[in-house]
């Protein structure tokens, strides 16, 4: 990193805060007293897919997880964690699983090559691929199935939160819990809705339905 490049960084804050400062001397006052956002954001970490700005969102209004791809995986200790509190502290409304058009990680996953240490992360995408192979193996066009693939990984990651123990027990106590998958397109900017959405045990598969307490 250029120093010229570090120090940017620090003015633009600067800049950022006597912005915020001139439109509302409260501005930072009123955040220092604590959050209550409506919604959980579960994304990609690509650096295009910037959550608060695709939405229009202010800081305090989008509690936010990102990982590569957007995954929602029943191992990974930091999602569920993420989860837990926007579920049960926070109590967030709405949780939205974001891909996006072009994502590297469901690129990878489409290829062989192994890129090391993430090829342990990239094998949970590949798995989508198993499940939605009949569809996906007859696109003949590499464009149009890196699309689909990107829009089936995303709605996989909105099914995998309903199968969570703490999305259910939030729905059995009767708790406003709404899901949702969109994907972002990079060269648009414009979203998705990918029209997978769950707020009740009754639209998840009885087999994935938990005896929850």
Not at 43 to 70: L, M
Not at 72 to 95: C, F, G, P, Q
Not at 178 to 194: A, E, P, Q, R, S
Request: a neutral charge.
């Amino acid at each position: 990193m250029k120093p010229d490049f570090y120090k940017s960084l620090i003015n633009n804050n600067r800049k950022w805060v006597q912005s915020k400062l001139e439109g509302d001397p409260e501005f930072f006052k009123k955040l220092e007293k604590g959050q209550q956002p409506p919604l959980l954001w579960i994304g990609c970490s690509d650096s295009r897919v910037p959550a608060n700005e695709i939405i229009g969102a202010q800081p305090g209004e989008v509690f936010v997880h990102r990982n590569i791809a957007n995954m929602v995986v029943h191992s990974d200790m930091n999602m569920l964690s993420v989860l837990d509190y926007a579920v049960n502290v926070l109590k967030i409304r709405h949780v939205i699983v974001c891909g996006h058009y072009g994502c590297g990680g469901v690129k990878a996953a489409m290829g062989s090559k192994s890129y090391g240490l993430v090829d342990n992360w990239i094998r949970h995408i590949r798995e989508v691929y198993r499940q939605h192979q009949d569809v996906l193996s007859g696109i003949n066009d590499d464009s149009e199935l890196f699309d689909r693939f990107v829009e089936y990984n995303t709605m996989e990651q909105v099914y995998n939160l309903a199968k969570t123990s703490i999305v259910q027990n939030a729905w059995e106590r009767g708790q406003d819990l709404n899901l949702h998958g969109w994907v972002y397109g990079v060269g648009t900017g414009i979203v998705k809705d990918l029209k997978v959405n769950f707020n009740c045990h009754s639209q998840l598969e009885e087999f994935y339905r938990l005896a929850v307490v």
